[in-house]
């Protein structure tokens, strides 16, 4: 009765900026956290970052500057903002939303940086 669809993917060139975004439907009746985590080819899927309802963030310590989080809780939404892309940046990344006290996930959306 949940879903998470992303979108804003594609292919930039290194320096470049993307904005991923990710919106939550369905039976919804509490969403606590929403963010985004990121799987690269032989990785496991890491965290990038995170937002809670109150608007506190977390973000992965090498990714901190260069992406920004933010959420409307008004929209059931969160996005990504993503500047000065590298090609290490590279991967599936995933939107993730704790709803109704349960752990829910986007199909993932692919993110090429190309040099």
């Known amino acids: 009765q949940v879903q998470l669809v992303e979108s804003g993917g594609g292919l930039v060139q290194a320096g470049g900026s993307l904005r991923l975004s990710c919106a939550a439907s369905?039976?919804?009746?509490?969403?606590?956290?929403m963010g985004w985590y990121r799987q690269a080819p032989g990785k496991q899927r890491d965290l990038v970052s995170i937002?809670?309802?109150?608007?506190?963030?977390k973000y992965a310590e090498s990714l901190e500057g260069r992406f920004t989080i933010s959420r409307d809780s008004a929209k059931n939404t969160v996005s990504l903002q993503m500047d000065s892309l590298k090609p290490e940046d590279t991967a599936v990344y995933y939107c993730?939303?704790?709803?109704?006290?349960?752990?829910?996930w986007g199909q993932g959306t692919q993110v090429t940086v190309s040099s």
């Open positions: 993730y939303a704790d709803i109704n006290w349960r752990d829910h």
């Open positions: 369905g039976n919804i009746f509490r969403i606590y956290t």
């Open positions: 937002i809670t309802k109150e608007g506190g963030t």
